[in-house]
């Protein structure tokens, strides 16, 4: 019952803020509320603060003892949902597949996957030396076993 009314609530917050989408939420035993959003301009915290006031101030704590979290999801959390894809474009990511593991830059993302691109040094194909080569490719998110922001300073 308890666990139904959050989810609704919540369901009623993400509807209202259509920019906002939920990544996790969890609901323990003894009532302990943690729940991860994203959006799709990133996340402040005036947005984790909505999405708390929707549900805390729909529930009476008289009835529930409860503890709530909203939190953004870190910056180097993994991808786990495909509209965080959109605001990461132009952004260097590492990304694991099915058979190995990359470093390029998000160019583009489509309905089947995300495109990337990166260097690579590769012998000359005539005489000695090493000479820098651009190459893309198209990875489909079935594919992808994880994604991460790489943060540079």
Known sequence: MFKNTV??????????RTDLFLLEMSIS???QIKIVID?????????CMFVSRAIEHNIDREEVDFALEVASAGATS????????????????????????????????SEEGISLEWK????????????????????????????KVMIKF
């Open 7 to 16: 989810k609704d609530l919540l369901e009623k917050a993400l509807l209202e």
């Open 29 to 31: 035993d003894d009532n």
């Open 120 to 147: 690579v040094r590769e012998p000359k194909p005539v005489g000695k030396g090493k000479i820098t080569i651009k190459k893309e490719a198209v990875i489909a998110y079935n594919d992808i076993v994880e994604a």
């Open 78 to 109: 993994p991808i786990i949902n495909k509209r965080q894809y959109n605001k990461n474009i132009g952004r260097d990511l590492e990304v694991k597949t099915t058979s190995n593991t990359m470093e390029a830059t998000l160019k583009g993302v």
């Open 39 to 47: 959006g799709d301009a990133g996340v402040n915290v005036e947005d």
